[in-house]
């Protein structure tokens, strides 16, 4: 089923929906969801998560990309959810990614104003659009989606030691985009 017709389920309140959503995303937000912590269970319970929060979100929203609403639902419920059970414990890998973009952008515990927000945002993807998509690709796969390193290369093709380069390179390029569009870091 496409997306529009997903979202049309969604709008006549049909649970339906929910089981369409599941059949074309399911594997996707469950990829997602584990990327970032490392549990089936865990996952299965924010891609549920993510499910009812799109039911309850749609409407009012009528995303228009149905595959990047739910992956960003199922990624920041799995993020919330990955803060809370490790307040007192650290997960390396998670907390490895975490800390090498602590030195490119904001604090985002801090409590910027709503438009700050928006231009780093708004920083953020005008700095993704001048990547070689190669070069982007890594970036979100280790960034957005959260995977190691050794996931990332073999998927590409690429040595390790290629992608840790690429990340170095492009986090640095980032922060001084990001210094060059007024974001203070």
Known sequence: MDD???????????ESA?????IKYGKYCHAIAFSILHSKP???ECVNDAYLKAWESIPPHRPSRLAT???KLTRNIS???????HAQKRHA???????????????PATEAPLSDEIALKSAINGFLSTLTPKTRKIFVQRYW???TVREIAFDLHLTESAVKVSLHRTRNEMKLY??????VI
């Open 4 to 14: 529009v017709k997903i979202v049309e389920l969604y709008w006549a309140r049909s």
């Open 18 to 22: 929910i089981k369409e959503t599941e």
């Open 42 to 44: 865990d996952a299965e």
């Open 69 to 71: 609403f739910l992956g």
């Open 79 to 85: 993020i919330n959810r990955y803060v809370y059970e």
């Open 93 to 107: 890998a998670t907390e490895m990614i975490f800390d090498e973009m602590a030195e490119c952008i904001p604090d």
């Open 145 to 147: 989606y959260m995977r």
């Open 178 to 183: 990001l210094k060059k569009e007024g974001i």
